[in-house]
T-cell receptor, first 112, second 113 residues
């Protein structure tokens, strides 16, 4: 099993550009989440999903969209990149409530 | 709003010394999880505690969940250079019926050989 995979590993965007961060898992987990990690602020939840077709907002959803058309994939879209979105983005999946989360390797995004 | 704080933010130890990080929640938690993130890496699950007062050990690591289920600690005995990284605690959001976790701010551990 590959676990949770994320692409790209690194990305540089100009302000106003849009892009999609890809996330896929092969563990048949229903629950998937996107986090951003900034220095001194831990991991903050952006969006999450409890199954295909079901998504909801986390604590910092503004400027991001998600969709979940399959169990395996959970892409994160940046609509119009801003410097404040410079961060490391982690995707995670879990088999259910109160179970451990498996994280992908992360995408390091810089917006200039 | 609900907050999970960790102290210290940073700790530097000599190899062989002990290390403890503390996690405090503003609300009661149904369970607490601990993760380790190596420099440049991603968080990796270490353990989950569920019961009030629970203590679990993993080799040199001892995890404890407070009686009131609002705090937790991770103690490492005789640190090694392989223990370097950031340690995060995480708990379910209050009233959350899903996997919405709130993560602590993390403690960065540096170990000098």
């Amino acid at each position: 099993n590959a676990g949770v995979t994320q692409t790209p590993k690194f990305q540089v965007l100009k302000t106003g550009q849009s892009m999609t961060l890809q996330c896929a898992q092969d563990m048949n987990h229903e629950y998937m989440s996107w986090y951003r990690q900034d220095p001194g602020m831990g991991l903050r939840l952006i969006h999450y999903s409890v199954g295909a077709g079901i998504t909801d907002q986390g604590e910092v959803p503004n400027g991001y969209n998600v969709s979940r058309s399959t169990t395996e994939d959970f892409p994160l879209r940046l609509l119009s990149a801003a410097p404040s979105q410079t961060s490391v983005y982690f995707c995670a999946s879990t088999r259910g409530q109160n179970y451990e989360q498996y994280f992908g390797p992360g995408t390091r995004l810089t917006v200039t | 709003g609900q907050q999970v704080m960790q102290i210290p933010q940073y700790q530097h130890v000599q190899e062989g010394e002990d290390f403890t990080t503390y996690c405090n929640s503003s609300t009661t938690l149904s369970n607490i999880q601990w993760y380790k993130q190596r420099p440049g890496g991603h968080p990796v699950f270490l353990i989950q505690l569920v019961k009030s007062g629970e203590v679990k050990k993993q080799k040199r690591l001892t995890f404890q969940f407070g009686e009131a289920k609002k705090n937790s600690s991770l103690h490492i005995t005789a640190t090694q250079t392989t223990d370097v990284g950031t340690y995060f605690c995480a708990g379910p959001r209050y009233g959350g019926a899903t996997n919405k976790l709130i993560f602590g701010t993390g403690t960065l551990l540096a170990v000098q050989p």
